[in-house]
């Protein structure tokens, strides 16, 4: 995952993804898009990295919190290391203009905050689509424009 994260952000995979938007909207005949500045915004190198903002959705040790090139928020309905993760339930949180954390819970996170969100075997304890869709539109409010979001 954090080969990923840094091909994506370090090197040519945010760049190839804005190429791919830029050639599928020409073809299907949307005009006026120029997206060259969007993946301008990191360097093209690992030695000085820009902190990424990572939120671990269904963290059950935080274990992106190792990686100094990341700013990790963790969260997780039951967190069994309460010192490394905020209790959360992803689904009944809020989504607002800031981050709200009380104690060890967050209520609320602020809109097109995150590069990346990560669900690390979160959807595949949801019975039905409906709550993963729900999870997958609000992992897409936090993300900011072309953050990624983390299947596993």
Not at 21 to 41: L, P, Q, Y
Not at 116 to 137: D, H, N, S
């Amino acid at each position: 995952t954090r080969q990923k994260i840094h091909q994506y952000f370090y090197q040519d995979g945010l760049y190839n993804q804005c190429t791919r938007d830029r050639n599928r909207f020409e073809r299907n005949g949307i005009s006026n898009v120029d997206n060259s500045e969007k993946f301008n915004r990191f360097p093209s190198s690992v030695e000085d990295p820009v902190r990424l903002k990572l939120l671990d959705v269904g963290s059950c040790y935080n274990p992106f919190s190792k990686f100094s090139e990341l700013d990790v928020t963790a969260i997780d309905i039951a967190p069994v290391y309460e010192n490394n993760v905020y209790k959360s339930d992803f689904l009944a949180l809020e989504i607002s203009d800031s981050i709200e954390i009380f104690g060890r819970e967050v209520v609320s996170l602020a809109k097109e905050s995150f590069q990346i969100v990560v669900f690390c075997f979160l959807l595949e304890y949801f019975p039905a689509t409906t709550p993963r869709y729900e999870c997958c539109a609000k992992a897409r409010q936090v993300l900011q424009e072309n953050g990624i979001l983390i299947i596993l």
